[in-house]
């Protein structure tokens, strides 16, 4: 089973910071099955990016992902008030399906 | 518009059973892959199980192999998840997925979540 481990487990920035995420894996994805989503309470999650660098229709293009093999990185550009919210990885290369522990973007 | 509805969700007893249904609408259900992913209360996502476009390939997390069953009608374009010997352990909100179009293999992103149904597992 690959682990996914995100970090920092909480990000604090004000409106306007950049905010960087991580997401690490327990060994090489093998390519760049990877995806980010964005949960916001009490609603369902939403997918951000896929293929670790490719943004889902209606995502603004202040959210991008890079990365392969076993680091990845999601970068929000400028924080907007509806980006403080958690963020999970996940990888869809080999089953089981897992996904990261989450990362809490709050305001400063 | 492309929508999941989930419905079966409850209360159940340690040792029961539920079956999930999400009835999708607004795409060509029997092109896409479909899963379910869990999120127990105050807790992270976790994949559960994925089914192909043709239904005949499926994968599960190891915790619920051999008592979950994913299934799928296309001709309903409906989703279920049959749910046997529930454990406290299984209580989550519980979310229908489609896929992305897969380039290479089977399985991808997750684009289109439900709202998702509550279960329930207390005596």
């Known amino acids: 089973e690959i682990v996914l481990t995100q970090s920092p487990g909480t990000l604090s920035l004000s409106l306007g910071e950049r905010a960087t995420l991580s997401c690490r894996a327990s060994q090489s994805l093998g390519g760049t099955n990877l995806a980010w989503y964005q949960q916001n309470p009490g609603q369902a999650p939403r997918l951000l990016i896929y293929g670790a660098s490719s943004r889902a229709t209606g995502i603004p293009d202040r959210f991008s992902g890079s990365g392969s093999g076993t680091d990845f990185t999601l970068t929000i550009s400028r924080l907007e008030p509806e980006d403080f919210a958690v963020y999970y990885c996940q990888q869809y290369g080999s089953s089981p399906f897992t996904f990261g522990g989450g990362t809490k973007v709050e305001i400063k | 518009e492309v929508q999941l509805l989930e419905s079966g969700g409850g209360l159940v007893q340690p040792g029961g059973s539920l079956r999930l249904s999400c009835a999708a609408s607004?795409?060509?259900?029997?092109?896409?892959?479909m899963g379910w992913v869990r999120q127990a209360p105050g807790k992270g996502l976790e994949w559960v199980s994925s089914?192909?476009?043709?239904?005949?390939?499926?994968s599960y997390i190891d915790s619920v192999k051999g008592r979950f069953t994913i299934s799928r009608d296309n001709s309903k374009s409906t989703l279920y998840l049959l749910m046997n010997s529930l454990r406290a352990g299984d209580a989550a909100v519980y979310y229908c997925?489609?896929?992305?179009?897969?380039?290479?293999?089977?399985?991808?992103?997750?684009?289109?979540w439900g709202r998702g149904t509550m279960v329930t597992v207390s005596s």
């Open positions: 997925v489609k896929c992305l179009p897969a380039v290479t293999g089977i399985w991808t992103a997750s684009d289109v």
């Open positions: 089914i192909s476009g043709s239904g005949g390939i499926t």
């Open positions: 607004g795409f060509t259900f029997r092109s896409y892959a």
